[in-house]
């Protein structure tokens, strides 16, 4: 028998007709009915591709029916021209029956996709139209240097989230939720603000580098969250305008700020048709974020609003590369980004909720580096599982004239 085959299918029928009936004409041809048997698995097996391995007395078996059948036809009046037909027919007519049943499943696959986009926009629309703006009242805690440039950046925020999770190892506790959140946010702003001052910045940066809200990436992610993507995303967008408000209010008015914001997330992908990660770059709630933030600062000339997927900008004389990280692997990071860009002399990415600088080689007194920005969210199983999870924190990057990112400081958020 064959291993994937428990019996001759009714499509094998006209061959194992045309082949013994061949055979018993001219015996000489084939030489026995064990090379009769050979030749048919030979030919199954090519035509299938498996491995066909019956008997030949199995094919000998079919062939008597066949034969009998076309027999008892010409006694009854049909030919054996119609019968051969007949059977030909009815072999078609299965394979185009199987052919409908596979068109048949593709089309019921579409209407449940196209019903499942229509839901899903049908969500947005509705929460959009009834979400009304929301002040988190947040609250103060308690001369631009032309040879450098402060960037305070922030990354994998995962606004909606829910965790409760220790890590042994550091003997530490992460709890988050919206609530903690939004303290965390209020805890980056305020440090700025606090740092602004004691540095007397006229001019500095702020960078995100999006992971904004926790999305529903996976069925399993529908446990770590009470909230749609559409509450997280508008909600997010509140909490960050109102902590860019906050900043605005407490530093000096004639103190400007960068606001970078990458629009490009993991988290944020909608993946609507079964599309893996990037394929449908659009479909991003983080592209709505980005919408809220130049909506809200488009007015004020003291905020200088710059997004995209990935930004690339000049500071003091160095090229840049933000962006969140999940477009290419970490180990040829530098080079894939360096390679599109050409000229790169940093590249600075979240997506690993971890800290650490990758140099590379020297130019002109630096160092080419890529730069891991930390997480403001902290431990997560995904991240412990991938070994790069930490305390949640953001990072404070000064930038030289001449000597490019020459200081790192870790900003504890929680």
């Known amino acids: 028998m064959a291993k994937n085959r428990q019996m001759i299918s009714p499509d094998m029928y006209p061959k194992i007709l045309e082949t013994y009936s061949e055979f018993y004409a001219n015996a000489s041809e084939y030489g026995s009915l064990k090379e009769v048997g050979e030749y048919l698995n030979i030919y199954f097996s090519d035509l299938y591709e498996e491995n066909y391995n019956f008997d030949e007395s199995a094919y000998r078996k079919t062939y008597r029916i066949m034969k009998k059948g076309i027999e008892q036809g010409i006694q009854k009046g049909a030919s054996e021209k119609e019968i051969k037909r007949i059977a030909n027919a009815r072999t078609k007519l299965k394979k185009e029956g199987a052919i409908i049943s596979v068109q048949k499943s593709i089309v019921n696959k579409e209407i449940k996709q196209i019903s499942f986009k229509e839901f899903m926009i049908e969500e947005i629309l509705s929460a959009y139209k009834d979400y009304s703006k929301k002040d988190y009242n947040m609250k103060i805690v308690n001369n631009a240097k032309q040879e450098e440039y402060a960037l305070y950046s922030w990354a994998d925020f995962h606004y909606g989230a829910i965790v409760e999770l220790e890590n042994k190892q550091r003997k530490t506790k992460n709890i988050y939720d919206t609530k903690i959140a939004i303290k965390t946010f209020e805890n980056f702003i305020n440090y700025i603000i606090k740092?602004?001052?004691e540095n007397n910045y006229k001019h500095f940066g702020i960078l995100g580098l999006s992971d904004d809200i926790e999305g529903n990436l996976r069925p399993s992610s529908m446990l770590h969250t009470l909230k749609t993507m559409t509450e997280q995303t508008l909600e997010c967008s509140d909490v960050y305008i109102n902590g860019v408000d906050l900043l605005l209010n407490n530093i000096s008015q004639d103190c400007t700020f960068d606001?970078?914001?990458?629009?490009?997330?993991?988290?944020?992908?909608?993946?609507?048709?079964?599309?893996?990660?990037?394929?449908?770059?659009?479909?991003?709630?983080?592209?709505?974020?980005?919408?809220?933030?130049?909506?809200?600062?488009?007015?004020?000339?003291r905020v200088n609003v710059v997004t995209d997927d990935v930004i690339i900008v000049n500071i003091l004389g160095k090229k840049v590369a933000m962006l969140h990280g999940q477009q290419h692997k970490r180990a040829t990071m530098f080079e894939d980004v360096n390679k599109k860009y050409s000229n790169i002399d940093y590249v600075l990415i979240g997506h690993y909720h971890s800290f650490a600088v990758d140099g590379y080689y020297s130019k002109n007194n630096y160092v080419q580096q890529t730069v891991r920005i930390?997480?403001?969210?902290?431990?997560?199983?995904?991240?412990?599982?991938?070994?790069?999870?930490?305390?949640?924190?953001?990072?404070k990057l000064i930038f030289n004239k001449k000597y490019g990112i020459n200081n790192f400081t870790l900003i504890p958020v929680r």
């Open 374 to 395: 930390p997480s403001m969210i902290g431990d997560t199983d995904h991240a412990n599982r991938l070994g790069y999870s930490e305390c949640p924190q953001a990072l």
């Open 195 to 197: 740092d602004v001052k």
């Open 259 to 301: 606001l970078f914001f990458v629009n490009s997330s993991n988290h944020g992908q909608l993946r609507m048709h079964n599309s893996k990660r990037d394929e449908v770059t659009k479909e991003d709630m983080s592209l709505i974020i980005a919408d809220q933030l130049i909506k809200a600062f488009r007015d004020n000339d």
